[in-house]
């Protein structure tokens, strides 16, 4: 898969964090990210696991800012166990209490589940941990991730095909799943990332196969293998209900799995996922893309916005937490190095400028602007009509210069969607003054609106003048007679 986007990426380690290790203090010691939130004014709650293995190290908390400098390192190790690895952070900010969700290794070598909540200076106090039902029943256990009051997690037996599981719990009764997750018509269901949106509704996602797939071979040495493809769907806690199933098919040849999921303060959704080429690598590579809902609560997506992540290009980088524009994941070099990082995306607000040169549009055809036109990770060009790859508002600005017209009027459709419905401006600008003398007049038309485009949204101009209409100038050879500039305003 390519991305036609354009951003600045900045990449951070853990070089500068010095980490207690089951082995001895460690500068850089964190053997993986797994969760990250934002606990507001650029500090963020990292959690993961430090070296050496997921399974067999110590459970890590870092606050501070994401470049992991002069921030504060914890460490949360279930009772009783060999090694514990952290997942989904949640901060209650009224209450001052965090939520630690992940997993641990047992005395018998079974992965098990847990559930802490309380206040950091209760890390180690074991009336704090809380222990699933589903650890009874199955020798692996993952529960990856909380919000307000709902976890999301996996479970199976090694090597049982049938019976890996997803699942839904309510932090305050674990004596029982609240509900299964099983993706339509699917053999397998894991999920990774639950979202409050308010009213009882949450946003998860994951991924899926239309086979039977044991739980070992997901959960593997090289990391969590996608099985599939990727989804997004709604759940309604009140009612238990799924709405709006949504798959992201990433291409052929490439299986994925939605790893995390973020809500913007303009309803947006960020999304990091792991993609896995059959053609190249059993390694996952890390991407992050927007996704936004309508007014009927269907998910848009275009996979024109989604961003590859890659700490370095000798090697493979998946994406493990997301929150807006920050990521963070592992990467594994081709000399088998691994590197806990950071990830922040930076875009910028210039969508497009287009300064072309145009020639005769008949009534009816469509305006074309032509290759100087400038894209990224916003929009998206093609044949005239612009389409809209990132929800936002946008200031759209346009002058078109009319030659040697005769006719009585030029009248110019703005086509446009919003959330898919179809909308159109009209704009007339006066032409001849009466038509038989001969005259003929140059003009500009320009205009300018702002407007509320969502994903997949589309902008076009066509000629609905009484007749053909001129772009070629008689002033100055090969000038251009038509701009366009469109801007992300919000």
């Not at 850089?28 to 797994?34: D, F, H, L, R, T």
């Not at 275009?302 to 994941?329: C, R």
Request: net charge neutral; with cysteine; aromatic share 12%.
């Amino acid at each position: 898969m390519t991305s036609n986007n354009k951003a600045i990426i900045n990449y951070y380690n853990t070089n500068n964090i010095l980490v207690d290790t089951p082995t001895g203090k460690e500068y850089g010691g964190v053997s993986a990210w797994q969760g990250i939130r934002s606990l507001g004014s650029n500090e963020y709650v990292l959690c993961g696991t430090t070296n050496p293995n997921p399974n067999t190290g110590n459970g890590l908390i870092y606050i501070g800012n994401i470049n992991c400098i002069d921030g504060i390192t914890y460490y949360l190790n279930v009772p009783n166990s060999l090694g514990t690895s952290v997942y989904g952070p949640d901060y209650n900010k009224e209450t001052g209490y965090y939520t630690f969700v992940g997993s641990y290794l047992d005395y018998n070598q079974n992965i098990q589940g847990f559930l802490f909540q309380g206040t950091l200076d209760q890390l180690k106090k074991s009336n704090n941990f809380i222990y699933p039902s589903v650890n009874q029943y199955y020798n692996t256990n993952f529960l990856h991730s909380n919000s307000n009051g709902l976890i999301v997690g996996n479970s199976g037996n090694t090597n049982k095909n049938n019976e890996t599981i997803s699942y839904i719990y309510d932090i305050n009764n674990l004596h029982k799943v609240k509900t299964q997750i099983k993706y339509p018509n699917s053999k397998t269901t894991t999920t990774y990332g639950i979202i409050y949106n308010g009213n009882n509704n949450y946003s998860i996602v994951g991924g899926y196969s239309t086979k039977s797939v044991s739980i070992d071979k997901i959960y593997t040495q090289n990391g969590i293998i996608p099985i599939g493809n990727a989804f997004i769907v709604t759940y309604n806690s009140s009612s238990n209900t799924f709405l709006n199933w949504t798959t992201i098919d990433f291409g052929n040849n490439l299986v994925s799995h939605f790893e995390g999921i973020s809500k913007n303060e303009d309803n947006t959704y960020t999304i990091n996922a792991d993609v896995v080429d059959l053609k190249t690598s059993p390694i996952p590579s890390g991407y992050f893309l927007t996704i936004t809902r309508d007014t009927t609560g269907k998910y848009l997506y275009n996979l024109s916005n989604a961003l590859q992540i890659l700490y370095d290009t000798n090697g493979f980088s998946s994406s493990n937490s997301v929150d807006d524009n920050k990521v963070v994941g592992l990467y594994v070099g081709s000399d088998g190095t691994k590197v806990s990082y950071q990830a922040e995306i930076i875009y910028s607000n210039l969508i497009s400028k287009s300064n072309t040169q145009m020639k005769t549009v008949k009534k009816g055809e469509i305006i074309k602007f032509d290759n100087t036109f400038v894209e990224n990770n916003y929009i998206n060009y093609k044949n005239g009509t612009f389409t809209f790859i990132e929800k936002g508002n946008y200031f759209n600005s346009f002058n078109i210069y009319i030659e040697n017209t005769t006719l009585a009027s030029i009248n110019l459709s703005i086509e446009y969607t919003q959330n898919g419905n179809k909308k159109t401006l009209l704009i007339a600008q006066k032409g001849i003054d009466e038509i038989g003398t001969g005259t003929a007049h140059s003009l500009v038309i320009p205009c300018s609106f702002i407007n509320t485009f969502n994903i997949n949204d589309t902008l076009r101009i066509r000629n609905t003048s009484d007749g053909s209409i001129d772009f070629i100038s008689n002033y100055v050879n090969g000038a251009s007679n038509g701009i366009i500039s469109i801007y992300k305003i919000a």
